[in-house]
């Protein structure tokens, strides 16, 4: 981030913060992604020092921990939630995974392929036909069923 800067007994904001990440393991990150990671950690630590209130511990002590969840929070809003625990068992999905509109070659273009082809009035019976048929109804005049006609 540039020179470093000290924060309620925290000579060393961003190591500190590197430190964090560090211990959470998330070697599978790429460099950018890390860095992310550290400056969005970096920002709460701001926010946080402007809350704190001393009870008995260090703000290190409190901060830490507290950026320890502040990491995960990060990766769910990264990346999603892939694996959900509840008392009888667990639950895990695969990412999320994205198709590109812009795709140059046929074997990536999957978006094309799950369309099938042709366009929405291409002669079949398709959504054009659904919707002209929702429209239509849209149009057509109430009935009042309180006998007032």
């Not at 998330?26 to 890390?34: M, P, Q, S, T």
């Not at 290190?60 to 502040?70: A, D, F, G, I």
């Not at 079949?124 to 149009?139: I, K, M, P, Y």
């Amino acid at each position: 981030m540039g020179s470093k800067f000290s924060l309620l007994g925290i000579d060393d904001v961003e190591a500190f913060c590197a430190r964090v990440v560090e211990k959470r393991r998330l070697d599978w990150l790429d460099y950018h992604e890390r860095e992310a990671l550290i400056v969005y950690l970096v920002e709460v630590t701001w926010e946080l020092s402007e809350r704190f209130q001393p009870r008995g511990y260090p703000f290190s002590q409190w901060l830490r921990s507290t950026l320890e969840r502040r990491c995960i929070d990060w990766l769910r809003k990264e990346f999603g939630r892939t694996k959900s625990q509840f008392s009888d068992g667990s639950y895990e999905r695969k990412p999320t995974e994205f198709v590109s509109f812009d795709a140059d070659d046929s074997e990536h273009d999957l978006l094309g392929a799950a369309l099938g082809g042709g366009s929405v009035d291409d002669g079949e019976h398709r959504l054009a036909d659904q919707l002209r048929s929702l429209d239509a109804r849209g149009r057509r005049r109430g009935r009042r069923d309180d006998g007032m006609g």
